[in-house]
């Protein structure tokens, strides 16, 4: 079994950085691809950003353009995402999911491993 959390969410005013970091525990993370996904208010879970088990290969939703930078610490059993440039249309829990098969896939059901999320507020 592999426990994922999430933190370093919170309140921030547009144009305003975050860091959000997720930690494992119960496994090494080192052999899963790792991807972030987040849920604004009445929508459904979107892909974010996703990082191969290497680090080496990194993917990012249409929306990004540019302002998130998705990495990975194996050493630390740890996945970063450092948000940049943030806009009110950000807000929401943000999650991070695990799954050693899913590199490349942006369906939240390929996935099989959730964190509780982290709360990003974006005020205008």
């Known amino acids: 079994q592999v426990q994922l959390v999430e933190s370093g969410g919170g309140l921030v005013q547009a144009g305003g950085s975050l860091r959000l970091s997720c930690t494992a525990s119960g496994r090494t993370l080192s052999t899963f691809a790792l991807a972030w996904f987040r849920q604004a208010p009445g929508k459904e879970r979107e892909f974010v950003a996703a990082i191969s088990w290497s680090g080496g290969s990194t993917d990012y939703g249409d929306f990004v353009k540019g302002r998130f930078t998705i990495s990975r610490d194996n050493a630390k059993n740890t996945m970063y995402l450092q948000m940049n440039s943030l806009k009110p249309e950000d807000t929401g829990p943000y999650y991070c999911?695990?799954?050693?098969?899913?590199?490349?896939?942006?369906?939240?059901?390929?996935?099989?491993?959730w964190g509780q999320g982290t709360q990003v507020t974006v005020s205008s």
């Open positions: 999911a695990a799954d050693r098969s899913a590199w490349g896939a942006r369906q939240p059901g390929r996935y099989g491993y």
